[in-house]
């Protein structure tokens, strides 16, 4: 069992977002923005943030697996869904076929979990090999 924890200040994503251009489409994926931007809320940059941090959170705790197997990740390789049927709790799900494979092959599950407040988000993963 593998774990990963991040932690980001909303700020520097609101930030990057407003300032960088090309920052949010390459960090997040089209479904991420999607899904944060449809939500019309004064919290939108704590969301931005949290996917970030869980991001962060799950290369950390998948890095020992990646490195071993010769497999990078990226931000866009990585992406959160929020499961209305479980009261938006977040899901992994990979898009970069080596990884998706590598989950599959080894039976790793993933559990996620993202808090955020006015200032900061922080995001976990845990790696499970079974």
Do not use: W
Not at 26 to 38: G, L
Not at 91 to 98: A, P, S, T, W
């Amino acid at each position: 069992m593998f774990c990963g924890i991040d932690i980001i200040e909303v700020e520097r994503i609101k930030d990057a977002i407003i300032n960088t251009k090309g920052f949010k489409e390459n960090i997040y994926t089209h479904n991420e923005i999607e899904d944060i931007d449809s939500v019309k809320s004064d919290i939108k940059f704590q969301r931005y943030a949290g996917r970030f941090a869980a991001k962060e959170a799950i290369y950390k705790a998948m890095s020992k697996l990646l490195i071993e197997n010769k497999i990078t990740m990226d931000f866009l390789d990585v992406e959160i869904e929020n499961v209305k049927e479980l009261n938006r709790r977040p899901k992994v799900i990979f898009l970069k076929k080596e990884i998706e494979n590598l989950v599959k092959r080894d039976n790793i599950q993933i559990d996620i979990s993202i808090s955020h407040i006015n200032e900061t988000a922080v995001a976990t993963a845990v790696v499970g090999v079974y």
